[in-house]
């Protein structure tokens, strides 16, 4: 079982629906949780991370975890479709990465 | 406009010959990632470094590859005799580590290594 487990889509929504990322981990000890925004043939650019439980919020992007269920979830508010792309979850310390979700929002 | 620069961005090569792909980190960045991502693997973490030192090899598979930083401008991974399994995008990134755990690694555009 790898120690991070993304929902692996692929996953196609309208223009303007709410997209919920989702991923879950086994490793009490990562510390960061981080989200990672990847365009085709173009290497992750970093997208939101956060520390403690509870919701951070970065525009029309809201990155949630919830350390008790081991579970990080990232939420695209009236998503565009530039935001076609694929997010990787990641946590610390060794910076493990999910098997990512493409996302592709139709126009 | 800092970024992690790495070459070559695409590598075609014969079964059995050597490939040696390099990263130029950003300056200042004393943590350095070596990634390879696969549609069936998704970003497998190969090997990462901190002041030149490496810190975790676990993830690369000690009979063929090797990674090292000569200096702290260049990292190298090296794959040596390739095979088709080999096949995929490497990808180096960088971060300014201290103690425990900075929270961005920037990534350069990668090395899309295809072996025949």
């Known amino acids: 079982q790898k120690e991070v487990e993304q929902d692996p889509g692929p996953l196609s929504v309208p223009e303007g629906a709410i997209v919920s990322l989702n991923c879950t981990y086994s490793n009490s000890a990562f510390q960061y949780f981080m989200w990672y925004r990847q365009y085709s043939r173009k290497g992750p650019e970093l997208l939101m991370y956060t520390y403690s439980s509870g919701n951070k919020e970065d525009g029309r992007f809201t990155a949630q975890v919830d350390k008790s269920s081991k579970y990080i979830s990232l939420f695209i508010r009236d998503s565009q479709p530039s935001d076609s792309a694929t997010y990787l979850c990641?946590?610390?310390?060794?910076?493990?990465f999910g098997s990512g979700t493409q996302l592709t929002v139709l126009p | 406009d800092a970024r992690v620069t790495q070459t070559p961005r695409d590598k075609v090569t014969e079964m059995g010959q050597e490939v040696t792909m390099r990263c130029q980190p950003i300056?200042?960045?004393?943590?350095v990632f070596w990634y390879r991502q696969t549609m069936m693997q998704g970003l497998e973490l190969l090997a990462y470094f901190r002041n030149r030192a490496p810190l975790d090899d676990s993830g690369m598979p000690k009979d063929r590859f090797s990674a090292e930083m000569p200096d702290a401008t260049l990292a190298t991974l090296k794959i040596q005799p390739s095979e088709p399994r080999d096949s995929a995008v490497y990808f180096c990134a960088s971060a300014r580590g201290a103690q425990g755990w900075d929270t961005e690694a920037f990534f350069g555009q990668g090395t899309r290594l295809t072996v025949v």
């Open positions: 990641a946590m610390s310390g060794q910076l493990t």
């Open positions: 300056l200042g960045h004393n943590t």
